[in-house]
């Protein structure tokens, strides 16, 4: 069985051939850095913004239900993730194309013409992130040539369309990305796309935003984070 080739072009980032090793708390996920810090994931700190409305729908809906759409979720989420990030790399093969669960295979295909029509160039993909002026660390879905400017892709399945102002966190955390980028490498990436396939639509949901605005935000929750585990 032969790889499919990449349509994509790859380049590789200078300041990026680190790994980090990483673990889950009772506080979340942290990892270690090349430098022996450890750090916060920068999904713990982007869910601060979340935890409260989660709490309130998980005693509106029950535990049960609560806890068989999260797990149904993120299965979801976990298939797609893995597909889009091996079509980005050229190593989705035919057999797996095949092997698709229906769901998984027309969430893919939603993705797959977005990414076909919008990325030129893939330079990282599932790539290990620090910084240590945010203290916070992380791994990213990609980093990509999206409509022709440098920016942080993160993919996303949800069974309806959500809104931007719900989503916020997800904004947050890409913005966490975008700097810990700019820091190890020297090269400032300001775009934020986060690409949505949506279970109860034929197409995707794709927002693009600017790293700027969310900044601020993402410092509160890092404050929060710390003070709350000091």
């Known amino acids: ?19 980090l090793v990483s673990h889950t708390t009772m506080d ?4 270690t850095t090349p430098e022996g810090n450890i750090y916060p994931s920068a999904s713990t700190i982007s869910r601060i913004l979340t935890r409260d409305g989660i709490m309130a729908w998980r005693e509106r809906v029950g535990e049960a ?3 068989k759409k999260t797990n149904r979720g993120a299965k979801r989420g976990t298939l797609v993730h893995t597909i889009c990030e091996k079509y980005l790399l050229g190593t989705l093969t035919d057999m797996e194309r095949i092997g698709m669960f229906p769901t998984t295979k027309e969430l893919f295909l939603q993705l797959k013409k977005e990414l076909d029509n919008r990325i030129g160039i893939v330079y990282a993909v599932e790539q290990a992130l620090y910084s ?18 440098l920016a942080i892709l993160d993919f996303k399945t949800s069974e309806k369309p959500k809104p931007l102002k719900w989503i916020v966190n997800y904004f947050v955390q890409t ?5 810990m980028v700019e ?28 790293k700027a605005p969310y900044l601020s935000i993402l410092q509160q929750c890092i404050d929060t984070h710390y003070t709350e585990n000091s």
Do not use: C, H
């Open 1 to 19: 069985m032969q790889d499919t080739s990449s349509k994509f072009t790859r380049v590789t980032l200078p300041g990026l051939d680190f790994q």
């Open 28 to 31: 979340g996920r942290v990892y």
């Open 65 to 67: 239900e609560a806890n």
């Open 132 to 149: 240590d002026k945010l203290r916070v660390a992380g791994r990213t879905d990609a980093i990509v040539e999206w409509d022709g400017e």
């Open 175 to 179: 913005a966490a990305y975008a700097v």
């Open 183 to 210: 820091e190890r490498t020297g090269v400032p990436v300001n775009k934020l796309v986060i690409a949505m396939a949506v279970e109860e639509s034929n197409v995707p949901v794709v927002y693009i935003e600017e």
